[in-house]
């Protein structure tokens, strides 16, 4: 791989964060403006941006409360947020199952703060591959950190899906 292109990728999430809790407003957003101050937040990390049908479906699935007024809280939005990021690897399903165990086990505050701060620091790990890869292989081309990452992904996606699994049937 170019060294341009690993440099632009790595560039690409350098400056990367997310709001802390108390950062994100709580005088209630219209869902537009919801979805456009997510979709500025995920942009680096995000193919495409969050729609306000995207967010109404959300909320029609009961993955969210309903807004208020036609506005959306601090918490709503830091589920948002969450489910925007996450919403590639689990399934609609899943994240019901996901999300429940957070509202019982941590205050939405929390929750959500421990995800940025987790978010941040592994993608930081990712894009720096040569702690990704055994830093004693000579042959870590950038194209076997490619396929390691891959890897990766797929193990985490299984053991998440097992997870679940375990969850929901512990739960019936």
Known sequence: MLPEIKKQ????????????????PDVGLYLEQTAKYISDYLAPVLAQ?????????????GLIAKPVRKQYNREQIAQLIFIAAVKSVISMDDLH???????TT???EIAYNYF??????????VFEHENVFDPLDPNATDEKIML??????VAHKVY??????ALRAQKA
């Open 9 to 24: 990728i790595c560039t690409s999430i350098a400056d990367f964060t997310l709001p802390a809790y108390h950062e994100i």
């Open 49 to 61: 941006p969050v729609t306000g049908s995207m967010i109404s479906n959300y909320v029609k699935k």
């Open 97 to 103: 199952i996901v999300m429940n165990v957070q509202r």
């Open 106 to 108: 941590y205050p939405s």
């Open 116 to 125: 940025c701060h987790e978010f941040r620091r592994i993608l930081q790990h």
């Open 148 to 153: 390691h990452n891959i890897i990766i992904t």
């Open 160 to 165: 998440l899906e097992k997870l679940v699994a």
